[in-house]
Structure formats: structure tokens, C-alpha cells
């Protein structure tokens, strides 16, 4: 099968700090792949350099068939990938409504609003609160707002940076499973950044582990769930 997001060899610095250090990655059409990895490992390093912020000093990435290693980052969003950021950065002065019109980069009223009323079939919270600020959302209902403006403006390719930080478990459930239906329904494409490794693995259809900018380990997730090495480093207690 033909990727849709590749990456070969990659590199990323922040000034002397190596971040990623010659990273291989894939993911298929209609996959929901996880990345996991401790604090500072990159992960959120690995998520912006896809979108050419840092820029991959050395390596390739690849989306659709095409270089996208030094496109420009609104050039890639429009060729169909959307994140969802780590701390979500929603607009909080703005109604949900108008989070959600910001996601959408002027396509046209009609497309945007059959994307929006899909938008709160999946997540049907947002729905009773178009009128409220995005601020005054709790945790899962900001997060909730994040990924649904990522998805209006349809994406092939959703990267979604830690979902579940700082949500209680059974608001991550909720995000789990709204991404699951998502992935089934539509074969929506994602790339999902976690430091909760077993809801992820257990989301997901492959994953990789990444540790101080590196992959490690990668294989699908009913398989990395199993190995003891990854019980013991991510998943005690979790
Ligand atoms: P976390 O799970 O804590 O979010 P992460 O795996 O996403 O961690 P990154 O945020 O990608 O990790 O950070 C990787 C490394 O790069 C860390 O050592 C971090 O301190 C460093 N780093 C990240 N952003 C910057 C920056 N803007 N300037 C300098 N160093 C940075």
C-alpha cells in the first residue's frame, strides 16, 4: 500500500538541541496510528515539523505522493492536513460557533455548514453551546472544539497532539471513541501523539515509540500493547 504521510531520515533542532534524530515514519490511508513516547521525546516536535514548523533540516516527508518537506505550512494545510495542537489553543473570546467558522479557511457557507452539522453529530456537547465562549468550555468540550475545528476544514490527514492530557478518564473515552467512529465511518487518516499509551494502543492500528527524538520500536498496537518492555516503561499504572 502507498503511504499517505511518510517520513524518511528526519531531522529537527531548536537552535544546538537535536529534537528528532533521523526519524521513519508511515502512515496508510484510513490508519489511525499513535505515536508514544515519555516527556521531551519529541513527540510534539514530530507533529510540527510535519507541518514545516521547525522545518526537517535533514530527511524527506512525504504526503499524497508529493515532497512536502519545505512546503509552506499553510500550503499543507491546504493540500488536506489539519492538527490539532498540544494545549488545544482554541480562541477563547470566540463562540464555539466561530471557533468552529475559523477552522473551516473560507470554503464556501454551504460546505461549512454541512461540515459543521457533522461535526456536532460526532461531538453533540458542541452543538448545545454554539452561543458560548470557547473559554468558559470545560477541558473535554475545549478539546472536543479543537479537534472539531481541525476536521472542518476536511482533512485527509489529522494529527492530533495529545487529546486526552489533563482529561478525566471518562471524558477521554469520549474522545477515544468519537475518533474511532470517525476512522470508521469516513476512513479519516491519524496521526495521534499520546502519553497515555494504553488508550492510544488500544485506539490505534499501529504504533511507534519514540525516546529522546528516536523510534525504538514500531509494529501494530495489539502487538506493542503485549511486549513487556512497553507494559513496564508506559503502561504501569496506566
Ligand atoms: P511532552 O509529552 O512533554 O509534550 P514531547 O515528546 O512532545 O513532550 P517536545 O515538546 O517535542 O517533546 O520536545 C522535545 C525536546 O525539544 C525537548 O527536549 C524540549 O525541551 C525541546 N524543545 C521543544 N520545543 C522547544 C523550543 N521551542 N525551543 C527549544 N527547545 C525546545
Redesign the pocket.
Known amino acids: 500500500m502507498t503511504a499517505l504521510l511518510s517520513l524518511s531520515g528526519v531531522t529537527a533542532f531548536?537552535?544546538a538541541?537535536q529534537?528528532l534524530k533521523g526519524v521513519e515514519l508511515n502512515v496508510n490511508p484510513g490508519e489511525i496510528v499513535t505515536l508514544i513516547?515519555?516527556?521531551?521525546?519529541?513527540?510534539?516536535?514530530?507533529?510540527?515539523t510535519i507541518c514545516g514548523n521547525?522545518r526537517a533540516r535533514d530527511g524527506r516527508i512525504v504526503y499524497d505522493g508529493a515532497d512536502i518537506t519545505r512546503v509552506p505550512t499553510h500550503e499543507i494545510m491546504r493540500q488536506g492536513i489539519a492538527q490539532s495542537p498540544?494545549g488545544r489553543r482554541i480562541f477563547p473570546r470566540m463562540s464555539v460557533y466561530e471557533n468552529l467558522l475559523m477552522g473551516a479557511h473560507g470554503r464556501d457557507g454551504g460546505e461549512a455548514a454541512e461540515t459543521m452539522e457533522q461535526v456536532f453529530a460526532l461531538f453533540p456537547r458542541l452543538k448545545e453551546r454554539t452561543a458560548q465562549r470557547g473559554g468558559t468550555l470545560s477541558g473535554g468540550e475545549q478539546q472536543m472544539l479543537a479537534i472539531g475545528r481541525a476536521l472542518m476544514s476536511r482533512p485527509r490527514l489529522l494529527l492530533l497532539?495529545?487529546p486526552s492530557l489533563g482529561l478525566a478518564p471518562l471524558v477521554v473515552r469520549q474522545i477515544f471513541g468519537a475518533i474511532r467512529d470517525l476512522n470508521r465511518s469516513t476512513g479519516l487518516t491519524v496521526l495521534l501523539?499520546e502519553?497515555n499509551a494504553f488508550q492510544a494502543l488500544r485506539l490505534a492500528h499501529r504504533g511507534y515509540v519514540?525516546v529522546n527524538?528516536a523510534i525504538t520500536m514500531a509494529g501494530a498496537a495489539a502487538d506493542l500493547l503485549a511486549r513487556p518492555e512497553i507494559r513496564a516503561a508506559y503502561l504501569e499504572g496506566g
Do not use: F
Open positions: 531548536y537552535g538541541i529534537a513516547g515519555a516527556n521531551g521525546a519529541g513527540k510534539s516536535t514530530l507533529m510540527m521547525p498540544e497532539d495529545e501523539v502519553q519514540l527524538g
